[in-house]
């Protein structure tokens, strides 16, 4: 008995030593080999975990700024097993790099960990995957399938309004959590606009949607850095374990998988029966693109894929746009002279619910969603994987670390590149010393010339990246959040209800505002009525 025993704990040894050889042996290859080495760039704090427990610990882009001023332009930190990672602010170099997209792909860490999370959808997608997802729903995203949708937008953020309005009833001012509330319009908007579905989020007294809290499970997972989190990502073996968050993660993919199927053949049936208004949702039009006689085979989505879009809209088009529109609320309750100008310029608007070229033709309006994008994109940074060896091309030469002055970075397969989004948005070269601060002025002549070779889908602003993967809802995005400031600043005057220095920028899979005393995700504003003068 003991020599059994023992016989099989050494072949439980061995299986382990083997599982860990082959999970590291890709790290350690480009540890090796990789050509980045000569970059300059900070020492590593930590073998296990270099500079990342730095990064994690600091605000968003905080100490990649430092690095910025330290090492200039173009350097490299260390990651996970003290891995190199190149962060580069080089417009020339992010340009090849996000528009390179069959040599830089995300991690695969990454892309199965989302997969897992919510399916095989646009944002996991790469060459030839991405490429026929993302032309069947193009269409669903252009200019006038959005004119039709602003009617939604406009819908919710009036009833939004309405909410808050009854509960300034009694004394004419009430304090809120912003944040939750943005978060169920945009949750409704999404809904309806993105597949038809009625998720019924502004209702205070509804029961629980079963689709929104399997959503809300899977989102509300945060993304700390300790060491079983890093060993379950990398070893593929320990992710058999036991895990209780796992189970229920699980099952609430299970859940969105279930809903997303029934609300497919539900949308296929509607359009091959002909039915009024079928087709009016982004789903929808995605379904009838995929189902088009004129489009090859091969160019078809699966049905995975089709059920892979429906938490990537939630994704993508619920808490990044009520995060965006909170932080704006953040600004605009600290500038009272901003707040009272955007004000102005909506209520020259002769219509309480504009179309999509009305909203769109505000100067003010869009100066203060654009330095709003600028200045607290949600989401803060990205990372590439190089899937084989390249030479970066730079616009500004960097000095490496034996003194030679380098007009390229060469790149070896397995490398990684962190592409720093937020920090970009705020470059003092670009921006000047006001840099940090939100001042939307700075948009009223245009782009600003400096701003110009920024890689971007909206021109002067990172935020929704450049290239085959820029962000395809973006013009969604910028029209929700203007229908949503269009009813609340006519309506209220915002205020912050906690010091402005209580607020901290934290990232779990969107930047959110965090409290600091409780370390919630919330942002407290008083409302009072907004009684015109004239």
């Keep these: 008995m003991e020599f059994t ?9 061995g299986l382990l030593v083997i599982g860990l050889a082959l999970a590291f042996r890709p790290f350690l290859i480009v540890l090796l080999t990789t050509r980045l080495r000569t970059l300059p760039g900070p020492k590593s704090d930590s073998w296990f975990s270099g500079n990342l427990t730095r990064i994690f610990k600091a605000p968003n882009s905080v100490i990649h700024e430092e ?3 330290t090492y200039g332009a173009t350097f490299v930190y260390r990651g996970f097993l ?45 060459d030839d995957q991405h490429r026929r997802q993302r032309r069947v729903m193009m269409p669903a995203f252009g200019n006038a399938q959005l ?71 899977v989102f509300s997972t945060t993304h700390s850095l300790n060491t079983w989190t890093i060993l379950r990502a990398f070893l593929p073996f320990l992710q058999v374990i036991p895990n209780k968050q796992e189970r229920e ?17 539900e949308k296929k049936r509607a359009l091959a029966a002909g039915e009024k208004g079928a087709g009016r949702d982004i789903l929808s039009l995605l379904i009838q693109a ?38 704006c609320l953040y600004s605009l309750g600290q500038q009272m002279n901003v707040q009272e100008r955007l004000r102005e310029e909506l209520f020259s608007v002769d219509s309480e619910n504009p179309t999509m070229d009305q909203l769109n033709a505000l100067p003010y309006l869009d100066a ?70 939100f001042r939307p002025e700075r948009w009223l002549n245009g782009v600003p010339s400096q701003a110009l070779s920024i890689p971007a889908t909206l021109a002067g602003v990172a935020t929704f990246l450049s290239g085959p993967h820029s962000c395809i809802g ?46 919630s995700n919330a942002l407290p504003v008083k409302l009072t009525v907004f009684q015109s003068s004239t």
């Design 474 to 519: 973006y013009r969604f995005a910028i029209i929700e959040m203007k229908a949503l400031l269009f009813h609340l600043l006519r309506t209220f005057k915002i205020e912050l209800a906690v010091d402005p220095n209580e607020v901290e920028a934290r990232s779990t899979m969107v930047t959110r505002p965090m409290l600091k005393s409780d370390k």
């Design 147 to 217: 004119r039709e949708l602003t009617e939604i937008f406009m819908e919710t953020s009036a009833k939004l309004r309405d909410i808050w309005l009854s509960k300034t009833a009694e004394s004419g001012s009430v304090t809120l959590d912003s944040l939750s509330w943005l978060s169920r319009a945009t949750l409704d908007i999404i809904g309806k606009g993105g597949f038809g579905y009625d998720f019924d989020a502004l209702n205070e007294h509804g029961r629980p949607n079963e689709l929104n809290v399997a959503f809300n499970h």
């Design 5 to 13: 025993f023992t016989k099989a704990a050494l072949c439980a040894a």
């Design 290 to 327: 995929n189902m088009d006689k004129e489009l090859p085979d091969h160019m078809r989505m699966s049905d995975e894929e089709v059920i892979g879009q429906v938490p990537t809209f939630l994704v993508a088009g619920h808490e990044t746009t009520a995060t965006a529109t909170t932080w």
């Design 368 to 437: 203060v969603v654009r330095e709003t994008l600028r200045l607290h994109a949600v989401v803060p940074s990205t990372v590439r994987a190089a899937v084989q060896n390249d030479s970066i091309p730079l616009s500004t030469p960097y000095l490496d670390r034996n003194g030679r002055t380098c007009s390229e970075i060469k790149i070896t397969k397995g490398d990684q590149i962190f592409i720093p989004i937020l920090a970009a948005n705020r470059e003092q070269d670009i921006w000047g010393d006001d840099c940090m601060e």
């Design 249 to 265: 993660r699980n099952a609430a993919r299970a859940t969105m998988d279930r809903i997303g199927r029934q609300l497919i053949e």
């Design 82 to 126: 003290n891995s190199y990672r190149l962060c580069t602010f080089d417009h020339r170099a992010l340009n090849h790099i996000l528009n390179t997209t069959s040599i830089y792909h995300k991690p695969e860490v990454t892309r199965k960990g989302i997969s897992r999370l919510f399916g095989e959808g646009l944002l996991t997608a790469e």
């Design 67 to 69: 690095y910025r001023r």
